[in-house]
């Protein structure tokens, strides 16, 4: 890999280590020199104005004053995620005994999840820097993105998941072509592999490994949409569900940019942090009120989020407390319940970690942590068309029948 002479990330301006604070200059590096920490951006934002914004493509591209990406990244062939609709769910809301709810449904992106948003802002660094094939560690909603940005970008891709990731993830991988491999192991034993499979392959970008402090950037565009939705204001308090636990932190970390340049009113928000039981480091680190959490072997249907050892655990216990938020975890069969509850009431079909965020909603609201009466933000960050063993035992048709109307008549479904 050969860097470009002039680097071009729009506003970013350097790399800032989140434990003590040493820069560098901007470049393939994602762990700090002095102390290991992890690297994350820093920028100079010039004048951003809700204009600006609302004058911008109907995508991410919209806030590339606010991200790490080259001025003119909306000419380049990308895979245009973003602004996806935020539903109003009253329906929802009525079930739960709360007054305003809104579901921020990012099922509805190119690949249909979040991941999405990362990829397109990861890709934009690594062909700056100067990297040719863009490759992931995944749980599957990730491998999705990364095979169909790289296949968009005209690039070569390279995924590994792990060899039980369910079947649907595996299909919607490999249709996109590039090198998908399977491994058996968990995901943090995947992740292991990638890291040093990226200090064999120097041309090699793993968006969630050495050029992730751009990648986990494009996680604050939910938050910016999400204000920008809401007629430019916060809402009071917002459930994110924790894999890596890096798009949590990054939504907060858009509510706090966007404060700071004047576009939202500052105000207080709440922030609560979803996982799976079977996979709950975070929630049980919060729970014991400990500073950093323990990591945990997987064990549940939410494979999405299915990360033992998650980077940024240790910030979404801190956002979680500066905010007067908190972090929940539920079973499996909660995580069920909460999809076809969103299901039954929204229309929405989400995969099985809108189920956990979903599920831990419910569980918020019945043990009175959240606010029934403040305006809240869940995110659905996949489609359930991806997860179908989650639900498929237990949904069925009504009835079968005949083709005749006594058979109908019969069947009492009137």
Same mark, same amino acid.
């Given at each position: 890999?050969? +860097?470009?002479? *002039?680097?071009? +990330?729009? $506003?970013?301006?350097? +790399?800032? @280590?989140?434990? @003590? /604070?040493?820069?560098?200059?901007? /470049?393939?590096?994602?762990? @700090? =020199?002095?102390?290991?920490?992890?690297?994350?951006?820093?920028?100079?934002? #010039?004048?951003?104005t809700r204009a600006s914004i609302e004058a911008g493509p109907r995508n991410i591209w919209r806030y590339k004053g606010l991200l790490p990406v080259p001025s003119h990244i909306e000419e380049t062939p990308n895979t245009e995620p973003g602004l996806t609709r935020l539903v109003r769910a009253d329906h929802l809301a009525e079930t739960l005994g709360l007054s305003r709810l809104w579901v921020k449904d990012d099922s509805g992106n190119p690949t249909h999840s979040f991941k999405d948003r990362v990829v397109a802002v990861a890709l934009a660094a690594a062909r700056e820097l100067g990297f040719t094939v863009l490759a992931c560690p995944s749980t599957g909603n990730l491998a999705n993105a990364v095979a169909a940005?790289? *296949?968009? *970008? #005209?690039?070569?891709? %390279?995924?590994? !998941? $792990?060899?039980? +990731?369910?079947?649907?993830?595996?299909?919607?991988? &490999? !249709?996109? #072509? #590039?090198?998908?491999?399977?491994?058996? /192991?968990?995901?943090?034993? !995947?992740?292991?592999? &990638?890291? =040093?499979? %990226?200090? =064999?392959?120097?041309?090699?970008?793993? !968006?969630?490994v050495n050029v992730r402090p751009y990648y986990a950037e494009g996680s604050k565009t939910l938050g910016y949409e999400i204000a920008e939705q809401l007629g430019w204001r916060l809402p009071d308090q917002i459930v994110v569900p924790v894999a890596s636990g890096s798009q949590l932190t990054k939504i907060d970390k858009a509510f706090q940019e966007l404060i700071k340049l004047g576009l939202v009113e500052e105000k207080p928000y709440r922030v609560f942090g979803a996982q799976a039981a079977g996979c709950d480091p975070v929630a049980h680190a919060f729970k014991q009120g400990w500073d950093v959490f323990r990591p945990v072997k997987p064990d549940t249907v939410a494979k999405s989020l299915a990360i033992g050892n998650p980077a940024d655990g240790t910030y979404v216990l801190d956002v979680a407390r500066r905010t007067g938020g908190a972090v929940e975890d539920v079973t499996d069969e909660q995580v069920v319940e909460g999809i076809r509850l969103l299901a039954a009431t929204e229309g929405i079909f989400g995969e099985t970690a809108g189920g956990v965020t979903v599920g831990v909603l419910k569980k918020l609201a019945e043990s009175g942590v959240l606010d029934p009466s403040a305006e809240t933000v869940i995110i659905n960050s996949g489609d359930g068309l991806k997860t179908l063993d989650a639900v498929a035992p237990v949904v069925a048709p009504t009835a079968n029948i005949a083709p005749v109307l006594d058979a109908f008549r019969a069947a009492g479904i009137a």
């Open positions: 890999m050969a +860097l470009t002479s *002039a680097i071009d +990330l729009g $506003p970013a301006t350097a +790399l800032t @280590c989140r434990e @003590c /604070g040493n820069t560098r200059d901007l /470049g393939p590096h994602y762990a @700090c =020199e002095e102390c290991f920490g992890p690297l994350e951006i820093s920028y100079d934002f #010039g004048e951003v940005a790289a *296949a968009r *970008a #005209g690039i070569r891709s %390279a995924v590994f !998941v $792990p060899s039980d +990731l369910e079947a649907q993830k595996i299909i919607t991988t &490999a !249709v996109y #072509g #590039g090198t998908f491999v399977t491994v058996d /192991g968990n995901y943090d034993d !995947v992740n292991r592999l &990638a890291s =040093e499979i %990226a200090g =064999e392959q120097e041309d090699w970008a793993f !968006v969630n």
